[in-house]
């Protein structure tokens, strides 16, 4: 509940353009007295979760507040008509992310929700691939700003990140608390071989569904270094750690598994798994 008010609160910021006759969607982000007061509402949203939250619940707090307000500032940015429209479009993206994935954490395995939840400290690699795809979407657009004006491209890499975030939440709802974003390497008494569903599709369907969001990022922001990069990076990822991962589910079901994973695709190009010895 902390978390669904907060990022409601950080949203909110889609507002401000409407109270006020000042500001446009534009003049918000880009103006100097629209900055001014973005800075404004930023002190008074952290005041606010001060006065309502302490110690663990404020460190939530602020974490859905800041990515509700990056949602907000992404969907302002979003209607524009300026060439950081796409850019828009992937802080939306990028925000939903990492907060729907402390929210599906705290409605299906609550036991295991933390502040790690959000991901936004997932990895250095993760956090310098992230600053890469700004640098170069932000040199491309100055030099040449052509480029990211390819709208059918980007509508195209918009869908791949539905798709993925889409595939990735039902894969966690399947899965209910079996799922950990923690490889697990014990077994636990209410840890279940999950096949239903989106798992009946692919043997890793979150993996699946965070490979093409990922990929579909920079599509969506026309990075083509980035696109390459994200990919390579992503592939050797989620085929080093679906093998980990299957190590631990064949000691954990044994033949159960063997047999599923004899059905069913990882769902990732040109990665099968673990090699068992014939």
């Not at 509940?1 to 969607?25: H, Q």
């Not at 930023?42 to 309502?52: C, E, K, M, W, Y």
């Not at 932000?138 to 990140?161: A, C, F, H, N, R």
Request: charged share 15%; proline share 4%; glycine share 6%.
């Amino acid at each position: 509940r902390v978390s669904i008010v907060s990022f409601t609160l950080g949203a909110s910021v889609i507002s401000l353009p409407l109270l006020t006759s000042s500001f446009t969607e534009q003049t918000l982000l880009a103006a100097a007295p629209g900055r001014i007061a973005l800075v404004f509402f930023i002190a008074a949203l952290n005041g606010l979760l001060l006065l309502l939250y302490k110690a663990q619940l404020y460190q939530v707090a602020i974490r859905a507040s800041f990515l509700g307000f990056a949602f907000g500032c992404g969907l302002l940015l979003s209607i524009t008509q300026s060439p950081w429209k796409p850019f828009g479009w992937y802080v939306c993206s990028l925000s939903f992310f990492h907060y729907s994935e402390y929210l599906v954490t705290a409605m299906n395995n609550p036991r295991s929700l933390s502040i790690d939840s959000f991901l936004l400290n997932h990895s250095l690699e993760y956090t310098l691939a992230a600053l890469s795809s700004w640098v170069e979407f932000t040199i491309e657009t100055t030099i040449y700003p052509d480029l990211k004006q390819i709208t059918w491209l980007s509508v195209i890499g918009l869908i791949m990140v539905l798709f993925g975030e889409v595939l990735r939440k039902c894969a966690m709802l399947t899965a209910g608390s079996n799922f950990n974003h923690i490889v697990q390497n014990e077994k636990s008494d209410s840890h279940t071989l999950v096949t239903s569903g989106v798992y009946s599709w692919f043997r890793h369907p979150s993996y699946v569904g965070w490979f093409y969001w990922s990929i579909g990022t920079q599509v969506l922001l026309c990075n083509p270094l980035c696109l390459v990069g994200y990919t390579l990076a992503s592939w050797r990822f989620f085929s080093e750690r679906i093998e980990e991962e299957e190590f631990s589910l064949i000691h954990f079901f044994g033949e159960n598994y063997l047999e599923y994973k004899k059905k069913v695709p990882t769902g990732l190009p040109f990665i099968k798994g673990v090699k068992m010895e014939p």
